[in-house]
């Protein structure tokens, strides 16, 4: 039985030889046509008690280094005992063949040359004998690799954010980190080569570096794909007998050239197509981001009070991106809240204003914290409100209001019928007289005393209107002063 697993980058192939006497089949080729897998045509053991499993950490440039793995282990899948093996390899790509000493593990480092080799998937076999002077096959297996006429990575980027719904979406107005990891190994090199970076955004091509990060603002909500070119050189002056070795052009090698970076307009970019070489390595690799504006502002509004086991109703508003999710909280009044969100958003809607019912359980104030997201950030907002019972005539959070309302009710009306009667009045002319005319006209003494003669000529009206409605009142004729009747002796 045989197991093939291909995960991203990396090769992993399993084979498992249960039986006894088993014939080998030879691998089925996954290569591309100018590729022919080499046949094994040894017979495997008539015991197998290992499982061989291998890896690479393909895939890898031409001219670069591909390192292969071989480990075994039981059949329970644990790593058998610390026994010496020898590993064969042979791969078709150069037609190479290899055998190194090793335990439970063996590593085998090939660099292909773009010489000799063509880019494509090839086939590496591994065979794998123990006991005496190795004589005894434990067991073999096959993998593919792939060699490539061009630089591998991947890129990354990050940026600084409370909250990121998914790891390729950005905020607006902040500082996108970008890096570039290209893969391929160069080691033993004569020269160290020098890198240069071009960075491009939608294909525009915005900064050069020569290490491999850069930053990035976005200003406007897009989906933007950002791309980054590398050119590797080994040497600009080489010497002449490697000059000449460059001069033979590889069997399957597309040399980068200037025109490769477009729009890339730069002395510096002439000086270096200037010197480029076709050992010299290039590459590109991109990567597709959303850019979102974060939250800006959160309204709430909705009812002040329910009964207990009812529902209050709320509208939330927010500006800022689509698409949001709202969660909420219920605390006692004046309970301390932490800065962070105390819940986690459920369901993202494409809209930013939300209804929800949230029901009251507990009689008094409550504080409802409400937590809006989008794909970029996060806000809060506070907003109480009060639980009652229902069966309870005197509700507290209705009794100011009621109480100060009755209040302006009874003054109005008082006040109506106050003004009222004094139209009714007939005018009375009455003398002022003066009996202090040394009292200042100004100042505190004078209005408390204007004040309290407004409020006697004011009974003494109300009380003369009574007595000329009164039936029985006579009006006494007395003229002058000392007189005991009920008028005079007002």
Same mark, same amino acid.
């Given at each position: 039985?045989?197991?093939?697993?291909?995960?991203?980058?990396?090769?992993?192939?399993?084979?498992?030889?249960?039986?006894?006497?088993?014939?080998?089949?030879?691998?089925?080729?996954?290569?591309?046509?100018?590729?022919?897998?080499?046949?094994?045509?040894?017979?495997?053991?008539?015991?197998?008690?290992?499982?061989?499993?291998?890896?690479?950490?393909?895939?890898?440039?031409?001219?670069?280094?591909?390192?292969?793995?071989?480990?075994?282990?039981?059949?329970?899948?644990?790593?058998?005992?610390?026994?010496?093996?020898?590993?064969?390899?042979?791969?078709?790509?150069?037609?190479?063949?290899?055998?190194?000493?090793?335990?439970?593990?063996?590593?085998?480092?090939?660099?292909?040359?773009?010489?000799?080799?063509?880019?494509?998937?090839?086939?590496?076999?591994?065979?794998?004998?123990?006991?005496?002077?190795?004589?005894?096959?434990?067991?073999?297996?096959?993998?593919?690799?792939?060699?490539?006429?061009?630089?591998?990575?991947?890129?990354?980027?990050?940026?600084?954010?409370?909250?990121?719904?998914?790891?390729?979406?950005?905020?607006?107005?902040?500082?996108?980190?970008?890096?570039?990891?290209?893969?391929?190994?160069?080691?033993?090199?004569?020269?160290?080569?020098?890198?240069?970076?071009?960075?491009?955004?939608?294909?525009?091509?915005?900064?050069?570096?020569?290490?491999?990060?850069?930053?990035?603002?976005?200003?406007?909500?897009?989906?933007?794909?950002?791309?980054?070119?590398?050119?590797? /050189? %080994?040497?600009?002056?080489?010497?002449? !007998?490697?000059? @000449?070795?460059? *001069?033979?052009?590889? $069997?399957?090698? #597309?040399?980068?050239?200037?025109? /490769? %970076?477009?729009?890339?307009?730069?002395? !510096?970019?002439? @000086?270096?197509? *200037?010197?480029?070489? $076709?050992?010299? #390595?290039?590459?590109?690799?991109?990567?597709?981001?959303?850019?979102?504006?974060? !939250?800006?502002?959160?309204?709430?509004?909705?009812?002040?009070?329910?009964?207990?086991?009812?529902?209050?109703?709320?509208?939330?508003?927010?500006?800022?991106?689509?698409?949001?999710?709202?969660?909420?909280?219920?605390?006692?009044?004046?309970?301390?809240?932490?800065?962070?969100?105390?819940?986690?958003?459920?369901?993202?809607?494409?809209?930013?204003?939300?209804?929800?019912?949230?029901?009251?359980?507990?009689?008094?104030?409550?504080?409802?914290?409400?937590?809006?997201?989008?794909?970029?950030?996060?806000?809060?907002?506070?907003?109480?409100?009060?639980?009652?019972?229902?069966?309870?005539?005197?509700?507290?959070?209705?009794?100011?209001?009621?109480?100060?309302?009755?209040?302006?009710?009874?003054?109005?009306?008082?006040?109506?019928?106050?003004?009222?009667?004094?139209?009714?009045?007939?005018?009375?002319?009455?003398?002022?007289?003066?009996?202090?005319?040394?009292?200042?006209?100004?100042?505190?003494?004078?209005?408390?005393?204007?004040?309290?003669?407004?409020?006697?000529?004011?009974?003494?009206?109300?009380?003369?209107?009574?007595?000329?409605?009164?039936?029985?009142?006579?009006?006494?004729?007395?003229?002058?002063?000392?007189?005991?009747?009920?008028?005079?002796?007002?």
């Amino acid at each position: 039985m045989s197991v093939w697993v291909f995960a991203g980058a990396v090769t992993t192939v399993v084979i498992l030889w249960p039986g006894m006497g088993l014939g080998l089949t030879p691998p089925t080729s996954h290569t591309t046509p100018f590729s022919n897998a080499t046949p094994v045509t040894v017979a495997p053991a008539d015991k197998i008690n290992y499982t061989l499993v291998l890896t690479n950490d393909g895939p890898v440039v031409l001219d670069s280094q591909l390192t292969f793995t071989a480990s075994l282990l039981d059949h329970q899948g644990r790593v058998a005992k610390s026994n010496m093996f020898r590993y064969d390899w042979n791969n078709n790509a150069d037609k190479n063949f290899a055998s190194k000493l090793g335990d439970l593990t063996s590593s085998y480092h090939r660099k292909f040359s773009s010489e000799v080799t063509k880019a494509g998937r090839w086939v590496m076999t591994v065979a794998v004998y123990g006991g005496k002077e190795y004589s005894e096959m434990v067991n073999f297996g096959s993998m593919e690799f792939a060699l490539t006429e061009y630089l591998n990575g991947m890129m990354h980027s990050n940026q600084t954010l409370q909250y990121q719904r998914q790891k390729n979406t950005f905020s607006t107005g902040k500082t996108i980190h970008l890096f570039a990891n290209f893969t391929d190994k160069f080691p033993n090199e004569l020269f160290r080569p020098s890198y240069d970076f071009y960075w491009y955004k939608n294909g525009v091509f915005f900064q050069y570096t020569q290490v491999p990060h850069c930053e990035l603002t976005v200003e406007t909500e897009d989906n933007v794909t950002i791309e980054t070119m590398l050119r590797m /050189t %080994f040497d600009d002056f080489p010497p002449p !007998l490697l000059q @000449r070795e460059r *001069n033979s052009r590889p $069997l399957n090698a #597309k040399p980068c050239s200037p025109e /490769t %970076f477009r729009g890339v307009n730069s002395s !510096l970019s002439r @000086r270096q197509g *200037n010197y480029f070489t $076709l050992r010299d #390595k290039c590459g590109s690799i991109s990567q597709r981001v959303s850019v979102k504006e974060p !939250l800006k502002t959160v309204d709430v509004v909705g009812d002040l009070s329910a009964a207990i086991g009812q529902y209050i109703s709320v509208n939330i508003t927010c500006n800022g991106s689509y698409p949001t999710s709202v969660c909420w909280n219920v605390t006692a009044l004046n309970t301390s809240v932490p800065s962070s969100p105390m819940c986690k958003p459920a369901e993202f809607l494409s809209t930013c204003n939300h209804q929800v019912r949230i029901k009251l359980t507990d009689l008094g104030w409550r504080t409802v914290k409400f937590t809006v997201y989008n794909d970029v950030s996060y806000m809060s907002s506070s907003f109480n409100v009060y639980a009652y019972d229902s069966d309870t005539v005197n509700v507290p959070a209705l009794t100011i209001p009621i109480v100060f309302c009755t209040i302006g009710i009874v003054i109005v009306i008082v006040g109506t019928i106050y003004l009222n009667k004094l139209r009714k009045k007939p005018i009375i002319e009455v003398a002022d007289f003066d009996f202090h005319p040394s009292m200042s006209t100004e100042g505190a003494g004078n209005y408390l005393y204007r004040l309290v003669n407004k409020m006697k000529l004011i009974w003494y009206r109300n009380r003369y209107s009574k007595k000329h409605t009164n039936p029985d009142f006579q009006e006494t004729t007395a003229k002058q002063y000392g007189a005991t009747n009920e008028y005079e002796s007002l």
